[in-house]
């Protein structure tokens, strides 16, 4: 297990200082136009990010029909207070081992959550199951195995349809969604079954991942093939990520250490961060998720498809199913007439180009005036959430989509 361990961090520190040193940092004292902040230990989020940059915040919890206890944010209203008529509400999910502090990264004029308040949104922020803000659970804790027994189908069966009922419930609106990574598998996945359809309004996808095939990233490639997640599991780690980031953390704070590049290996060439976001990020990531989650994802780049997860027997597999080969998620399943805003980049590890065209391709017969697709060259997958241009290159337009559904 130790040396699993250490093979995964001297990836990352290899893989960092050979693949990241061209990434390109932009100062705090830059264009920004304000500041990020670091998060509180031990306080919310609303404490720690929203309301210390004049928003009003709110903290909510959701209880999920398997039990998990979640909370989520909601900034009502922008910095300026009230807008007339309806606010149409707003879902952000984050993706892969982060949380809802995501969409706050950046200073407000340049973070989607503040961006979408200040424009006459109903701002909710989801925190997946696991990560620090929602480690709840009605009757198990973290301390339990059985806590950690899920991978992102619980995620498209219980999670989501539960925070988008709670949010419908409050507003009384249909909702639009904007999801980042896995944030997006999840989103459709639900969608091609046709969950939540009657409360949604539109879905934004940036990073779009609905097949993992042709992932570059040198990290989630070598995990995959060389069955890290499984050795994991195999030796009663069921919880990964807190471990990495204690050592991460522990790491950067060494002199002559550079960790603005550890993305690098992971996301893909990142092109424009801000040095003081990047600080943030790596003072609050990774979060913590199953490693039955990375165990599934590792199938989908193994197997180039997009299917439940694989309890790897036939016997067992037709227990959860009914079948012995778990079922796949059809993305030409998905409604012709859900507007749908995707936005992919050139640089993304994560969410390759060749695996964007192969859902592009499930769209193919998707109504024209409900398909929007975006692409950015020079975009990796962490210029999404955190890139200082991201509001000119992708925020307002997705904001002018939402405002036509």
């Not at 008529?85 to 707003?90: K, L, N, Q, Y």
């Not at 006459?120 to 027994?149: E, I, Q």
């Not at 996945?189 to 991942?209: D, G, H, T, Y």
Request: charged share 20%.
């Amino acid at each position: 297990m130790a040396s699993a361990l250490t093979s995964v961090i001297l990836v990352i520190l290899l893989c960092g200082s050979a693949l990241g040193a061209r990434t390109k940092l932009y100062s705090s004292n830059g264009k920004d136009g304000g500041s990020a902040l670091a998060p509180v230990a031990d306080d919310d989020i609303c404490k720690s990010m929203v309301e210390p940059q004049g928003y009003g915040c709110q903290e909510h919890k959701v209880k999920t029909q398997d039990g998990y206890i979640l909370s989520m944010q909601r900034i009502p209203v922008g910095r300026t207070g009230e807008t007339p008529g309806a606010r149409p509400p707003v879902l952000l999910q984050h993706g892969l081992l982060m949380d809802g502090i995501t969409w706050l990264l950046n200073s407000p004029d340049q973070s989607l959550a503040f961006i979408l308040a200040d424009n006459g949104f109903d701002v909710w922020l989801s925190n997946t199951r696991g990560t620090k803000y929602s480690r709840g659970h009605t009757s198990l804790t973290p301390n339990d195995s059985a806590y950690w027994d899920w991978s992102w189908d619980q995620l498209v069966t219980y999670e989501l349809p539960a925070m988008f009922q709670y949010v419908h419930d409050r507003t009384g609106q249909n909702i639009h969604y904007v999801g980042h990574s896995l944030g997006t598998l999840i989103a459709l996945a639900a969608f091609s079954q046709e969950k939540m359809l009657n409360m949604l309004r539109s879905a934004a996808l940036l990073s779009p991942i609905a097949s993992l095939g042709h992932i570059t990233s040198p990290i989630a490639r070598n995990g995959a093939e060389n069955y890290i997640a499984e050795e994991f599991y195999k030796n009663g780690i069921y919880e990964f990520g807190e471990a990495i980031a204690k050592l991460l953390k522990k790491i950067c704070k060494k002199p002559g250490i550079n960790c603005y590049d550890l993305m690098t290996p992971f996301t893909g060439q990142n092109c424009c961060l801000n040095s003081s976001t990047v600080d943030v990020f790596l003072e609050h990531e990774p979060q913590s998720t199953a490693t039955k989650n990375l165990i599934h994802l590792a199938q989908m780049i193994r197997g180039g498809t997009i299917g439940m997860y694989d309890y790897g027997d036939e016997d067992t597999n037709k227990e959860h199913y009914g079948q012995s080969i778990p079922p796949v998620y059809n993305m030409s399943s998905i409604p012709d007439d859900l507007p749908l805003f995707l936005s992919y980049g050139g640089q993304d590890a994560l969410s390759d180009v060749a695996d964007v065209q192969v859902l592009l391709e499930s769209l193919k017969d998707h109504d024209r005036d409900k398909l929007v697709v975006q692409y950015q060259e020079d975009y990796a997958h962490a210029d999404f959430v955190m890139g200082v241009n991201a509001k000119q290159l992708v925020y307002d337009p997705l904001i002018a989509f939402f405002r036509l559904q």
